[in-house]
Structure formats: structure tokens, C-alpha cells
């Protein structure tokens, strides 16, 4: 059974980093405003969204700014779902190994499997999802 | 349009040492990264056998691009026969290490600058004293 995720927020910027700076700043705001992420987990989920769409940037859209990355930030109940698209042909997260340690790169998706509840790249949609178990304030 | 770079890092040289401080967070933000290890590339390039310990006390992020600039100022540091230590190192930081398995590539301290100077000396010492057992004089 699949309950109903709610949007809470979504943004497409160009593949640059400059751009992709703002909007992780303004989605790690509305993840807190809503109540997805506890204060300890603050950078741990700012940390997994910046590897995502950095991802996206770099490695979905060749960094070619004339194409687009767009986030969208959803909850239902104790979760939350973030979803991060690109034009890119699409991977397997669920293939790509840990890295050796002299390995210069391949650490994004490491750092997300390790902090995030569920990675699955949705092939019909072209996104990364993850999502996060929420801790409501006060609890 | 002229682009000047501005330091990311202040070195300072006390004895045999350098600290190479970092002077925000958000030097080392996806947008600035690439300075970061250029800039660090660039003093490492010009400072054979250098004993250098880059100083994390401003810092409370990083991302993966971090990592991979560090692995590659780590790589020239090894070529030019030189040392790294990371300190200041906070517990959310070196657990990014850890994730990733670099805490074993890295020498990585809690304490700060003078703390990591002491030990970087100590480190100098015990590898001269080393050497020269490794290579006793013939006559």
C-alpha cells in the first residue's frame, strides 16, 4: 500500500552549481519548516540532497546549463520524499560500488545509501528518490 | 570580465610545519572546490617535502567533492615526499570519513592547529630517526 505523498516544495534550476547552491539552501529551509528533519539530522540530509544534485549536474546533464535539474520535496506521515531529476540517460545506484580508498570519485552515492532509508533511481520518472524517516518536533 | 581569486586557506609555516587554515565552510562549497584544491595544489607544487596539516576548525560541512580533493592533495603531497594530517577534525566530519572509508587513507586529529603542529613534529622525528637506521653509514 502506497500512501499519498504531499509536495511541499519543488524547483528546477540550470546544471550549474551556483544555481544549485540557492535552491539546496532554500530546500534544506523547507525541509526544516515542515518538520522533516530533526536538528541533528540537518546536515546529514543537506549533505545527501548536495551529493544528488551534484550528481545530477555533473554526471545526469554534463553540466551543460541549458539543461535542468528539478527537486521536489514531499511528505507523507513520518516520511519524507525527496526526488532529484535530470535529462540524463538514468543509473543503477544500487550497482555502483562502494569506492576503493585511493579511488578519487564515487562517494555521493556511498554517503546517501549510508544516511538515507531508501535509494532507488525511478527509470519512468528519470529521477533519484530517497527518503528520510521524520521525527516530529517535540518528540 | 577580469576573476580574481581570493585565498581560501591561510598558510602559516611555524618550524618545519605549515596549517593550512580554512577560512569558511563555504570555501569548500561545490561552486569553490575546485580553488580549494587548486590552491592548495599549487603551494604543495612549490614546496617540496612539505609537512602540511590543513586546519578545520571554521569547518562543519563537507561534501564528496571535498573528499576528492583531498585525495588529490593527498596524491601530490606523496610525490613530493611530503606529509598531510587533517585537524580540527569535527565528529560529523571524520564520520564522513569513515563512511567512505577514507579515515584510513587520512591522518585525521580532533585537536587543533597547535595540538596537530606537536604531533606533525613528532611524526618528522620519528621518521628521521627511522632513516637513519634504515640506512646506517658504510665505511
Known amino acids: ?139 | 570580465m577580469s576573476e580574481t581569486k581570493e585565498p581560501l586557506l591561510d598558510f602559516e609555516t611555524t618550524g618545519r610545519v605549515t596549517v593550512a587554515t580554512i577560512r569558511t565552510s563555504s570555501v569548500l562549497s561545490a561552486s569553490n572546490v575546485a580553488d580549494f584544491g587548486a590552491q592548495v595544489l599549487d603551494y604543495v607544487g612549490r614546496h617540496a617535502g612539505l609537512a602540511l596539516i590543513i586546519n578545520f576548525e571554521h569547518v562543519d560541512y563537507l561534501s564528496s567533492a571535498v573528499l576528492t580533493e583531498l585525495l588529490r592533495i593527498n596524491k601530490k603531497i606523496n610525490e613530493v615526499k611530503g606529509r598531510l594530517h587533517l585537524c580540527a577534525v569535527s565528529k560529523t566530519i571524520r564520520e564522513i570519513f569513515t563512511i567512505t572509508n577514507l579515515d584510513r587513507v587520512f591522518v585525521l586529529h580532533e585537536d587543533g592547529k597547535d595540538a596537530g603542529v606537536r604531533r606533525m613534529e613528532r611524526s618528522l622525528d620519528v621518521a628521521a630517526s627511522e632513516a637513519a637506521w634504515v640506512e646506517p653509514k658504510s665505511t
Not at chain 1, 27 to 43: F, T
Not at chain 1, 52 to 79: F, S
Not at chain 1, 87 to 109: A, H, M, S, T, Y
Open chain 1, 1 to 139: 500500500m502506497y500512501g499519498v505523498y504531499e509536495s511541499f516544495f519543488e524547483e528546477e534550476f540550470s546544471s550549474t552549481f551556483d544555481a544549485m547552491a540557492d535552491v539546496l539552501d532554500r530546500a534544506v529551509k523547507a525541509l526544516i519548516q515542515h518538520d522533516c528533519v530533526p536538528a541533528d539530522r540537518e546536515s546529514c540530509a543537506r549533505l545527501c540532497m548536495e551529493e544528488a544534485l551534484a550528481n545530477a549536474v555533473e554526471h545526469g546533464n554534463r553540466a551543460d546549463p541549458a539543461r535542468k535539474v528539478r527537486v521536489q520535496l514531499a511528505a507523507e506521515g513520518e516520511t519524507c520524499r525527496i526526488r532529484v531529476y535530470d535529462e540524463g540517460n538514468g543509473f543503477r545506484p544500487e550497482k555502483v560500488k562502494d569506492p576503493e580508498p585511493e579511488q578519487l570519485g564515487g562517494r555521493g552515492i556511498c554517503l546517501i545509501r549510508h544516511y538515507m532509508e531508501d535509494v532507488e533511481y525511478l527509470a519512468d520518472e528519470h529521477c533519484l528518490q530517497m527518503t528520510l524517516p521524520c521525527t516530529p518536533v517535540g518528540s
